[in-house]
């Protein structure tokens, strides 16, 4: 799957983007038409957690979008990647319905 990461204000150093790119191949394995993503990491001004990921994967007839705050973009990058398991399963079941 084709990953595009966009860091905001800030320079993502490679160990980052490739633990990004490990738990976006993961979710491969459950639904194997991912076309690509799209991965914003943005540094909030307030608070501990100030780290937010905004991931946006494009499926065939649709988008699945999750963004998460957290301590740090790892973390964050895991509750996206949660949530997004659960969009695709979603949208493979509602698929095989049609």
Do not use: W
Request: a neutral charge.
């Amino acid at each position: 799957m084709k990953v595009q990461i966009q860091s905001v204000h800030f320079v993502a150093d490679s160990k980052l983007t490739d633990f990004i790119q490990k738990k976006l191949d993961k979710l491969d394995t459950f639904y194997d038409r991912t076309i690509d993503a799209e991965v914003i990491l943005r540094v909030n001004n307030e608070g501990i957690e100030n780290k937010t990921v905004e991931i946006k994967l494009n499926v065939p007839g649709d988008q699945l979008f999750a963004e998460k705050t957290n301590g740090s973009f790892e973390a964050a990058t895991d509750h996206c990647t949660e949530a997004l398991r659960r969009q695709i399963k979603k949208h493979k079941e509602k698929s095989l319905a049609h």
